[in-house]
């Protein structure tokens, strides 16, 4: 049976690229959704060329009265995808601390504050799926990622620790860790990308993950492997061979 096809999830950052990517791609499965983010204009664009199967709410994550309001207009969903997301390529060095705070608020905190306004509900009724959207730094520190790497990261620890406490509930927790996906904000990098994604296909492997139910997806293999099994190297032999890896 299908987890897509008549359901609709609130997609959570839904105006650019993977958000994007993955509404089109809910609806072609035969599903319905609900597009938030800041922004109306793109929003309204978008649910106009999914009619009907799809509604706008608009969203800030940063803030508390706006997710109150969000969530009581999206409603009773049966799924949520939380893809809200905020990149400055950023290193130690040039630490811009209101700009990797303002990272944190949108990829970290942002999810606390939408999904513990929606999760407990889910709970109460038996039922619902929760997808988020990580990423392989999530793993390891990275060089250049003061703000983004850590705010992955905790996403990653959220959802584990989502994944213990609703067990036996009837919600199913996910997260899906992509690497690089072409889209406004991996533009900003001046490095070379390996295993570069068009939002298309990483959407695909999401809304793939949804279906099967599987808790966690790395992706693309191989350049997913450099991170996940390099959890077990020694940090400095980690970096030396993420070096290499985009010079290559």
């Not at 009581?72 to 809200?84: C, F, L, N, P, Q």
């Not at 606390?112 to 990423?135: D, K, T």
């Not at 927790?173 to 690497?179: C, E, H, L, S, W």
């Amino acid at each position: 049976m299908s987890r897509i096809a008549g359901r609709e999830f609130w997609i959570i950052g839904a105006s650019e690229g993977l958000g994007r990517a993955l509404a089109r791609g809910i609806v072609a499965r035969g599903g319905r959704v609900v597009l938030s983010a800041r922004s109306a204009g793109r929003l309204q664009d978008l649910a106009a060329e999914l009619a009907p199967r799809a509604r706008v709410v608009t969203l800030d994550v940063t803030d508390d009265d706006s997710a109150d309001r969000a969530v009581r207009e999206a409603g009773s969903t049966d799924g949520v995808i939380y893809s809200a997301g905020r990149y400055e390529p950023m290193r130690a060095r040039d630490w811009d601390a209101a700009e990797s705070v303002a990272m944190a608020q949108v990829n970290f905190v942002g999810a606390l504050r939408v999904l513990g306004r929606v999760v407990p509900e889910m709970a109460r009724r038996g039922r619902g799926q929760v997808m988020i959207v990580g990423s392989l730094s999530a793993h390891r520190g990275l060089p250049g990622a003061i703000g983004y790497g850590a705010s992955k990261a905790a996403l990653l620890s959220l959802a584990q620790t989502m994944r213990a406490d609703l067990a036996g509930t009837g919600v199913t927790v996910q997260i899906a860790n992509p690497g690089f996906i072409r889209t406004r904000l991996t533009e900003k990098n001046d490095f070379d990308m390996p295993s570069l994604m068009d939002p298309e296909d990483a959407a695909a492997r999401i809304l793939d993950q949804i279906e099967s139910g599987r808790f966690e997806t790395n992706f693309p293999r191989p350049f997913a492997l450099l991170f996940t099994l390099g959890r077990f190297l020694p940090l400095s032999w980690f970096h030396r061979i993420f070096r290499r890896a985009q010079k290559d």
